[in-house]
């Protein structure tokens, strides 16, 4: 990916809500203008990303590791950012095959995400619960599986195209 400042980055990331797994197979390195950081990310046996880590080579940023825990269906139970003196612990329940719930404390707020799963288990709705504020995002499939749109509460929405290759070209 090329930015507009032309820094570059290089990387590969595939993810399910149902499983939460980042397939990324090594570390990798970007570069941000004069600054440096790399990615390592950790494994479990099943082949279930267990950590993932952001270390800065200077005072670009403060470094970040994220922890993941499953529980015995294969699902992300519990998703941790320690990012300094900051922790932001996610707790996912799974009401059933179709919902999925996300609680969490940011900043000392309350927050509740809750994803509606399609029958192939991809996102379907998005709903976000800030102290009462609530709001939602419809997302819109192709065929394939490649996300066309993302449509707001408030009538505004994302679209996506793809060339040939399934790379997001918008």
Avoid: P
């Avoid at 670009?60 to 699902?75: A, L, P, S, V």
């Avoid at 419809?138 to 679209?159: C, H, R």
């Amino acid at each position: 990916v090329t930015a507009e400042d032309g820094s570059t980055q290089a990387y590969t990331v595939t993810a399910s809500v149902k499983s939460f797994v980042y397939l990324i197979t090594k570390s990798t390195a970007f570069k941000d203008g004069n600054e440096f950081f790399y990615s390592v990310f950790e494994y479990d046996d099943k082949n279930r990303l267990k950590s993932f880590k952001e270390e800065y080579t200077s005072q670009y940023g403060e470094n970040q590791t994220c922890n993941f825990t499953y529980n015995d269906k294969g699902e992300l139970s519990k998703f941790i950012i320690l990012e300094g003196d900051n922790e932001i612990e996610y707790t996912f329940n799974y009401k059933d095959a179709t919902t999925v719930e996300a609680a969490y404390i940011e900043n000392g707020i309350a927050r509740k995400d809750v994803f509606k799963l399609d029958a192939k288990g991809m996102i379907d709705k998005y709903h976000e619960d800030v102290e009462g504020m609530n709001t939602w995002i419809q997302f819109e499939y192709d065929d394939k599986g490649n996300l066309l749109k993302l449509a707001n509460e408030d009538g505004s929405y994302t679209q996506f195209t793809y060339d040939d290759k399934k790379s997001m070209l918008k």
